[in-house]
């Protein structure tokens, strides 16, 4: 997991905008960002790629949250110059000869990083490597804390890590959840509880169970009322208050 992190933060990797052509690589290119202006900032990206053209400038709430997907994607080929370092070293191997394993899994990265609207494209490669780095360093932590248990220390059982992220209304901001998959929310009640005592949050809704993560790409219609202009009260309307999202 740690080569992981080294080989995304010496910029061997490039972040493209999904469903655009837009690149950003790391210092050492030339380029930095492909497809859109090196000017160009988050806040006209949003724009250009949203469903509606406003032709005029329109004012944005503090609280709403806009997402813009990233793809990670890694680089396979080496540079001519890392060739020829290779060709060039003094070729050398030490042995140690001791009981181990090796675990092999597939690892969703799934980070999040916030931004202002207002940030340049060019300064965003940075920001997403280290958002990276930090989920794959959530990501260690919880399968060392799994190795650590009785009954597990061979790999043998290690369930993988999911990524969850939430937004409480009352937080203001976002919380990254890592548990292991398979594990039911009810095991995990006390672990919540504390997370709910240590960011002062009510105790009587389960925030941070998975069912209420933070939704992005599921598909699902999600208080639809908000999308219906207000209706004059009738006679024979029932109104009801309803708290959180359904």
């Known amino acids: 997991m740690q080569n992981k992190r080294k080989k995304i933060a010496s910029g061997q990797v490039s972040f493209q905008i999904d ?36 032709s005029k400038k329109k004012k944005h709430s503090i609280s709403k949250v806009e997402i813009v997907p990233v793809n990670l994607v890694l680089k396979t080929t080496k540079d001519m110059l890392s060739d020829k370092l290779v060709k060039t070293a003094v070729k050398m191997m030490t042995t140690q000869r001791k009981p ?7 690892l969703r990265v799934d980070t999040l990083a916030m931004i202002h609207r ?7 490669y940075t920001v997403l490597v280290e958002a990276a780095c930090r989920s794959l360093k959530l990501l260690e932590y919880v399968l060392l804390e799994q190795l650590g248990q009785e009954g597990i220390g061979d790999g043998a059982g290690l369930r993988l890590p999911e990524i969850f992220h939430f937004l ?15 594990i039911p ?21 389960p925030m941070f169970r998975r069912g209420n993560a933070y939704p992005s790409k599921s598909g699902k219609l999600i208080n639809p009322h908000e999308a219906i202009p207000p209706q004059p009260i009738k006679p024979d309307v029932t109104v009801a208050l309803v708290r959180g999202r359904y």
């Open 19 to 54: 469903s655009t052509s837009i690149y950003l690589f790391g210092v050492a290119s030339d380029v930095g960002v492909t497809g859109t202006s090196t000017e160009a900032n988050i806040g006209e990206l949003i724009d250009s790629i949203g469903p509606e053209q406003p």
């Open 100 to 106: 181990s394993f090796c675990i092999s899994m597939p």
């Open 118 to 124: 207002n940030t340049k494209l060019s300064e965003l």
């Open 168 to 182: 409480p209304p009352e937080l203001g901001h976002f919380i990254t959840r890592v548990v292991p998959k398979g």
């Open 185 to 205: 929310d009810e095991s995990m009640e006390s672990e919540r509880r504390s997370l709910h005592e240590q960011l002062s949050l009510p105790l009587d809704r």
